[in-house]
């Protein structure tokens, strides 16, 4: 019996995703990043000789400590247990800002493929991206899209059944260390990213409940006192 691998296109807004969603499953949608929109997740399937997928298209986010509803249901969705694979969308002519989400996506410990957009822009700009070699560091597959005209799209199918947790990992100093571990051993046994939640309790997200709406209430409140003094 098959299986249904279960994906979502994460980026920042503007990155190509919309266009990357279409291009894996031929349905088109369009999601904006403006006041008043409405906040959507589209959701669409296909199928390579490797197996079947089902995508998630998501609107754009640029952290995991979230600023908007918009990225609030993309962190819910991540959290949510149902995404078996990010497939990280890199606007090449922005880098340094997306190796940043990337960097807070690696402690979710999630396979991953990245995928690095818009090639042709970065490179009438005068810069070249080693996608090999960033491949290499960061232990999961790089594929180069100009996804405007669909280049890319066959390597990053079959790129997918190879999708890994990234080997590269994501250090703090030893005082910010010491303050997730303490934290992260306080998280009931069993829960889903607790390194991350751990570091987002102390950075007093506000939107962590629906991600701590199994956890009893008089823990959430000594984490969150504990979270305060050492936070100090």
Not at 19 to 47: D, V
Not at 188 to 207: I, N, Q, S, T
Request: hydrophobic residues 45%; charged residues 25%.
């Amino acid at each position: 019996m098959s299986t249904t691998t279960r994906g979502a296109i994460i980026g920042h807004p503007n990155s190509g995703k919309s266009q990357i969603f279409s291009n894996l499953t031929g349905k088109y949608t369009l999601i904006a990043n403006y006041p008043f929109s409405t906040i959507n997740i589209r959701k669409a399937s296909f199928s390579t000789p490797q197996g079947d997928y089902e995508i998630y298209d998501t609107p754009g986010i640029y952290s995991l400590f979230i600023q908007s509803e918009e990225g609030l249901a993309v962190r819910d969705l991540l959290f949510s247990g149902k995404v078996d694979i990010i497939l990280l969308c890199i606007d090449a002519n922005q880098l340094k800002q997306s190796l940043l989400l990337l960097a807070e996506l690696i402690d979710m410990a999630i396979p991953m493929v990245a995928v690095v957009n818009a090639i042709d822009e970065s490179t009438r700009k005068g810069f070249w991206i080693d996608t090999e070699r960033l491949s290499k560091i960061l232990g999961i597959p790089v594929v180069e899209s100009i996804a405007i005209k669909g280049a890319g799209t066959n390597r990053l199918k079959n790129a997918l059944q190879g999708a890994k947790v990234p080997k590269a990992t994501v250090k703090f100093g030893d005082m910010v260390e010491s303050a997730i571990s303490t934290i992260e051993a306080m998280l009931p046994e069993g829960m889903r990213h607790k390194r991350k939640v751990a570091f987002l309790m102390l950075l007093k997200d506000r939107y962590l409940k629906s991600i701590l709406k199994d956890v009893d209430t008089s823990v959430v409140e000594q984490i969150a006192l504990k979270a305060d003094d050492l936070t100090k």
